[in-house]
């Protein structure tokens, strides 16, 4: 029996690394289809991270280390093709002779129209992959649901305001376990959930059709943006695990080998998020690591495997693997551990 429809994860996710030229008008190729969601950062100095997706459009960007509205600049990058971007000269996704890397998502393009919710949004929706690019105006006079076009539950929401200045609110199923609508992590900061607040979801969790949003944060009359994750066996997972804090560490499961690994621990304020792939590392021990919260640059320290099955951790650090703390996760696949050809994923 098939372990997961997808067998080639690189038709819905990929990593790429490249050096920059500043030149405007570079073409990127980032794999095999039209990446809607695109996350570039400059990996050898200090610049922000910069997402552009094909809802908003090419040259509208928001950036997960700051707060600030939407910009929109062709220096970022110009357009979306069938492969890949057309870059411009922007030291963000450009640099001459700087390392950078971009994460890209297959979603469905443009999008269309969606009046699940109670207000009208704008979905691009992947449903085989389990991802969607939601977009629509925030409705000052009560909470609201809208839909994300994803036909089950999603397990992960991103969302930011992008008229107006906001925090990047993420909704993740393990920030529990309970009252799940009022918890949240914030990917442009260190900070954790408290105890109770329905503000931000409303106090209730997503379902097959919509999410919620809650007045009390989303309030500005103003355009947002929300990207959201349904898990798919073989392709992405995400959940939550405990530190043990021992060089020796806590093994993750995720049914795959790992090209993309985003952590943060929600137990703790003051650590930042971390992000390992396969690309920017090719071996074990996996060592650069980048933090969306901030815009440094790559930095280099022992952190995980990544396993044909999973993710074991290889280092104390308190951000990623302190003893007793939990942890919440996003990973995407490189390979299936057994698709549905019966091919088994073999370690790295």
Same mark, same amino acid.
């Given at each position: 029996?098939?372990?997961?429809?997808?067998?080639? =994860?690189?038709?819905?996710?990929?990593?790429?690394?490249?050096?920059?030229?500043?030149?405007?008008?570079?073409?990127?190729?980032?794999?095999?289809?039209?990446?809607?969601?695109?996350?570039?950062?400059?990996?050898?100095?200090?610049? &922000? @991270?910069?997402?552009?997706?094909?809802?908003?459009?090419?040259?509208?960007?928001?950036?997960?280390?700051?707060?600030?509205?939407?910009?929109? =600049?062709?220096?970022?990058? =110009?357009?979306?093709?069938?492969?890949?971007?057309?870059?411009?000269?922007?030291?963000?996704?450009?640099?001459?002779?700087?390392?950078?890397? +971009? /994460?890209?998502?297959?979603?469905?393009?443009?999008? %269309?129209?969606?009046?699940?919710?109670?207000?009208? %949004?704008?979905? &691009?929706?992947?449903?085989?992959?389990?991802?969607?690019?939601?977009?629509?105006? !925030?409705?000052?006079?009560?909470? /609201?649901?809208?839909? @994300?076009?994803?036909?089950?539950?999603?397990?992960?929401?991103?969302?930011?305001?992008?008229?107006?200045? #906001?925090?990047?609110?993420?909704? @993740?199923?393990?920030?529990?376990?309970?009252? *799940?609508? !009022?918890?949240?992590?914030?990917?442009? #900061?260190?900070?954790? %959930?408290?105890?109770?607040?329905?503000?931000?979801?409303?106090?209730?969790?997503?379902? #097959?059709?919509?999410? %919620?949003?809650? &007045?009390?944060?989303?309030?500005? #009359?103003?355009?947002?943006?929300?990207?959201?994750?349904? !898990?798919?066996?073989?392709?992405?997972?995400?959940?939550?695990?405990?530190?043990?804090?021992?060089?020796?560490?806590?093994?993750?499961?995720?049914?795959?080998?790992?090209?993309?690994?985003?952590?943060?621990?929600?137990?703790?304020?003051?650590?930042?998020?971390?992000? +390992?792939?396969?690309?920017?590392?090719? !071996?074990?021990?996996?060592?650069?690591?980048?933090?969306?919260?901030?815009?440094?640059?790559?930095?280099?320290?022992?952190?995980?495997?990544? +396993?044909?099955?999973?993710?074991? *951790?290889?280092?104390?650090?308190?951000?990623?693997?302190?003893?007793?703390?939990?942890?919440?996760?996003?990973?995407?696949?490189?390979?299936?551990?057994?698709?549905?050809?019966?091919?088994? +994923?073999?370690?790295?």
């Amino acid at each position: 029996m098939a372990y997961t429809t997808i067998n080639k =994860s690189t038709d819905h996710f990929n990593s790429t690394i490249y050096t920059g030229n500043g030149t405007v008008n570079t073409a990127l190729t980032t794999g095999t289809f039209q990446p809607d969601l695109t996350w570039f950062k400059n990996r050898g100095t200090t610049e &922000s @991270h910069m997402w552009m997706d094909a809802v908003r459009g090419a040259t509208k960007y928001i950036q997960s280390n700051s707060t600030a509205a939407q910009g929109t =600049s062709a220096d970022k990058i =110009s357009a979306f093709t069938s492969t890949g971007v057309t870059l411009g000269s922007g030291a963000e996704t450009n640099e001459n002779s700087q390392p950078l890397v +971009c /994460w890209s998502w297959k979603a469905n393009g443009a999008g %269309s129209a969606n009046t699940d919710g109670t207000i009208t %949004s704008t979905v &691009s929706a992947n449903t085989t992959a389990g991802f969607s690019i939601v977009t629509g105006t !925030e409705n000052a006079s009560g909470s /609201w649901t809208v839909g @994300h076009g994803l036909g089950v539950a999603p397990q992960v929401i991103i969302c930011k305001t992008t008229g107006a200045t #906001s925090d990047w609110y993420m909704w @993740h199923e393990s920030l529990g376990p309970t009252r *799940l609508g !009022e918890k949240f992590l914030k990917l442009n #900061s260190t900070a954790v %959930s408290p105890a109770n607040d329905s503000v931000v979801w409303n106090n209730t969790v997503p379902t #097959s059709s919509v999410f %919620s949003m809650g &007045s009390g944060v989303w309030n500005d #009359s103003a355009t947002f943006v929300a990207y959201c994750f349904a !898990e798919k066996t073989g392709f992405s997972k995400f959940g939550s695990y405990t530190g043990n804090g021992n060089a020796d560490g806590t093994f993750i499961y995720t049914g795959f080998r790992p090209a993309f690994f985003l952590l943060k621990t929600s137990s703790a304020a003051g650590e930042d998020w971390r992000i +390992c792939d396969n690309k920017r590392d090719t !071996e074990n021990v996996i060592d650069r690591t980048l933090k969306p919260n901030t815009t440094a640059a790559e930095a280099d320290a022992d952190v995980m495997d990544f +396993c044909s099955n999973g993710v074991k *951790l290889r280092t104390t650090d308190g951000g990623v693997n302190y003893n007793g703390r939990t942890y919440i996760f996003m990973a995407f696949a490189e390979a299936p551990l057994v698709g549905s050809n019966n091919v088994p +994923c073999t370690a790295r």
